[in-house]
């Protein structure tokens, strides 16, 4: 976490933002107000036209809830996006595509709430190169923001602070009505040439859980790979606190699992236990209820492809959220590590793309209650000087 002279180093924005963190109370052991917070600080705002978007940019979602940005503030309109390297998932996304996804969703974000203020923001991609074939300490992006009274309002920022990753069971008994998936389409659409397809037709659904499952079920029986998604789950309130980012499990049962020693890392990653059951059967379980899927496609795999991807992708769930609908990943199957290599071809010709275009993302659709907002850390911890 950024330091009180680094904070004080990046300007007078840093300083607001540190007495406003200062605010934030703990209610209770058993609470997660705290690592919610910054959602209500983006509705709330700063007081700093940056600080103001970059409270909406750090609500991106991300793979693993990793949040992977680091901030540098740089005079009085600028600012660097910078990837944090220690946050990389080197298992399950050994090039760094999905973590850059993530990094465009950040981007979209900064863009939407920057036009909401009155301010374009000008963004400068990967100016020092493209990196491969990792990610390195180079910069993501370079944004100026400039005052425009012009500047094109986006009317999905409204539901920027509604979006959410729904994780749970939809209603398999209702399809998404095909005249709603037209307008989900088209409300998403922005200026990068992301393709987005959806289906409810029954043969094809049914061929999507199939792969999914096979795809998640993959990925639990490499060892290497599950470890370090388990070691990534933060189990009941308190470890949730001390890390609000990774995969939260919380709930009365989670933390009586957790005391009772049924519920641990190290368990969710052996096979055979209730933990490692549990885990498998949960996923298996929401994947079958699914009614409709949904993909998104890029003409190539670049670095700004995935910048791109990742902008289509924060639009798909605000515009989801606008239309009442639930909307989860589910991509296991679009990873990159070597046993997974079957379930990635057989996706990209059953659903007819070809190199060098690029499938970035499966997602469920449906309807189901929305959960409460995911953990984030504080604005400040994301400052860099």
Not at 34 to 48: I, K, N, Q, S, T
Not at 116 to 131: K, L, M, N, S, W
Not at 185 to 206: I, L, R, W
Not at 373 to 381: D, I
Request: net charge negative; aromatic share 6%; proline share 8%.
């Amino acid at each position: 976490m950024v330091s009180r002279r680094a904070l004080l180093m990046t300007g007078g924005a840093a300083i607001l933002i540190l007495g406003a963190a200062g605010s934030c109370t703990y209610q209770s052991a058993q609470r997660l107000d705290a690592v919610r917070e910054p959602w209500r600080e983006a509705e709330e705002g700063f007081g700093d036209v940056r600080l103001n978007a970059l409270a909406y940019a750090i609500l991106a979602p991300s793979p693993h809830n990793r949040q992977p940005w680091l901030i540098e503030l740089i005079g009085a309109d600028r600012l660097t996006l910078y990837c944090d390297l220690d946050r990389l998932l080197p298992e399950t996304d050994p090039p760094n595509r999905q973590i850059t996804i993530s990094l465009g969703a950040f981007l979209e974000l900064l863009r939407q709430a920057a036009a909401e203020q009155g301010y374009i923001a000008h963004v400068t991609r990967f100016p020092d190169g493209e990196p491969y074939p990792r990610l390195d300490p180079r910069p993501i992006a370079h944004v100026r923001l400039e005052a425009s009274p012009d500047v094109a309002r986006d009317p999905l920022v409204a539901h920027a602070l509604q979006r959410r990753t729904v994780r749970t069971p939809y209603d398999i008994d209702r399809p998404v009505e095909p005249a709603l998936l037209e307008t989900l389409t088209e409300v998403s659409k922005g200026e990068e040439a992301t393709g987005f397809s959806v289906t409810s037709a029954p043969e094809t659904v049914e061929w999507f859980r199939d792969v999914c499952k096979r795809g998640w079920a993959i990925e639990m029986s490499t060892p290497r790979v599950h470890h370090e998604s388990t070691k990534l789950t933060r189990i009941g309130s308190a470890d949730i606190r001390e890390n609000p980012d990774g995969i939260s499990v919380s709930g009365t049962m989670i933390e009586m699992m957790k005391a009772a020693g049924v519920l641990t890392q190290e368990k969710m990653s052996q096979p055979g236990t209730t933990a490692y059951k549990e885990t498998r059967a949960f996923y298996e379980k929401a994947i079958d209820a699914t009614p409709t899927f949904g993909w998104l496609v890029t003409g190539q795999n670049t670095r700004v492809d995935q910048l791109d991807a990742g902008a289509r992708w924060v639009r798909l769930q605000q515009a989801a959220a606008q239309l009442g609908l639930a909307t989860q990943p589910i991509s296991q199957v679009l990873e990159e590590f070597p046993e997974l290599a079957e379930c990635f071809t057989e996706v990209h010709e059953r659903l007819r793309i070809e190199a060098p275009a690029r499938i970035q993302g499966i997602f469920r659709l449906g309807y189901a209650p929305p959960p409460k907002a995911s953990p984030r850390w504080p604005l400040t911890s994301r400052l860099i000087s």
